[in-house]
């Protein structure tokens, strides 16, 4: 075959500038063979034709494309988080962040601990026409009071918010319990302490080993201080009882697991303003918290906060007693006292804080009349405001005997404990039980007792047991059914 010109025309050229030029000139030859394919073969690319960059220079081209895509991905991230920020904080209720004024710094903070995968998840939930009421809980383990809690402990961000907050060890992550007992007395000279004093196991005497056991496994023991702590003061003028221990008599209380008290009663007032400051300051230095009564009313007034898997709960209690008579005296801007709820005004304003910053608000209060097992139209609507104001649980007391059980607007309640260990006579008694499950349901039960000899022991008879449970049947109100387990539920 015959070769065309321009061929050999290259071959001419590509030989003699080798001759010329030598070894030496290799890249001049390059430029030149380019300049002639350019010429004689149009249809050759340049990039064909050019020289290959060195092995570094490749390395350093990769390396820049993959940062220029690792940069590009990450700010497509953080794009990202800002738009779920946006949409948490665009979104959000008053109600669905607990009142708390949630902001991109709490949500800094959120996603370092929980992970962007949180941020993420929230602001689906968000976003959604009916996102979950408990969606901080699902995703973390801890309710928005919970992680509110946290976040002002670790980012000094309102430090009030930790005020009387205690945090708990509950001996299951499945459920949490709490108890509560009527009314215990330990003053000088009563029935009760003259028995405890003269028996040779003290107050172990008093109370059945199983019943301790009982209090004690409680992750939450609320007890009803119906006395004062004091040496000094005088006794009421007028008042047909009036009860005070010496103040080292508190530490029988450590005996039943006590974690809180209530005194807001009628026998806390009964040797005057000083007795009771003095009942205070020494609950306070035995290290034992306690609501309804206060050296002023912002104090009787504050909730007790108790943090327990996750979850928080608020303690609230007032006195209803006394409705005739103005022996204990209501606490006052400037004067200490109890927290009253005759007019249920105040009390319904404490509890609808204590909800604005819990997961459940748990009253306790002083009502009815003494020795009548049928609970009061008057109890009916207190409890009626009370469950409107948020209360989640209502546990009654101060009649001297029990009372049966209700639910108030969904709310579930037991009108009164009556004496758990307060006089010399047989009585039926018992414990009000709440359990709250892992996924947050509450619910009210009773742990019959016996107070017998001036001592308080747990039922563990069967046929007894369930006699109890038939008379606080009989005094429930219509549509309650208290089953065999004590638990009680709306037929």
Known sequence: MKKKPYTACFLFVVCLFTFLCGCNGQRDLAEAVANIRAKTRPELTVQETEVPESREEQKEDIQEQESFV???RDAGSIEEMDEAYQVILQNCTSESIGYYPVDEAFLNWLGGEYGDECILKLAEEMSSNTPKKDIWYELTGNSIHVLWLVYCSQSGFGQDCTENVEWKVCSSMSEITL??????????????????????????????????????????????????????????????????????RVENLKVFGTDIVNVANNHVYDYGPEALLDTLETLDRAGIPHVGAGENLK?????????????????????QIERSYNYTKEATET??????????????????????????VIVNIHWGTEGDSNFGRDQKNLAVSFARAGADVIIGGHTHCLQGFDFVEGVPVI????????????????????TIDESGKLTLGFVPCIQKNTKTSLVRDEAERQKILDFMQKHSAPGVVVNPDGTISQG
Not at 299 to 318: Q, T
Request: charged fraction near 25%; aromatic fraction near 12%.
């Open 70 to 72: 690792s940069a590009s």
């Open 179 to 248: 108890e509560f007992t009527g009314d215990v007395n330990f003053s000088e000279g009563y029935v009760t302490t003259k028995h405890m004093d003269k028996s040779p196991g003290g107050i172990y005497d008093c109370f059945s080993p199983e019943l301790l056991e009982e209090m004690n496994a409680a992750d939450i023991m609320m007890v009803n201080n119906e006395f004062t702590y004091s040496t000094r003061g005088k006794a009421i003028p007028g008042k047909a009882y009036t009860f005070r221990a010496d103040p080292s």
């Open 299 to 319: 104090e009787a007034s504050k909730p007790y906060y108790f943090v327990c898997n996750g979850r928080k709960i608020a303690i609230v209690s007032a006195t």
């Open 335 to 360: 004067s200490p006292g109890v927290l009253k709820s005759l007019d249920p005004s105040k009390f319904v304003e404490v509890i609808k804080e204590a909800r604005k910053n819990s997961d459940y």
């Open 415 to 434: 009108y009164s404990l009556g004496n758990f260990w307060f006089s010399g006579s047989t009585q039926d008694t018992g414990l009000a039980k709440v």
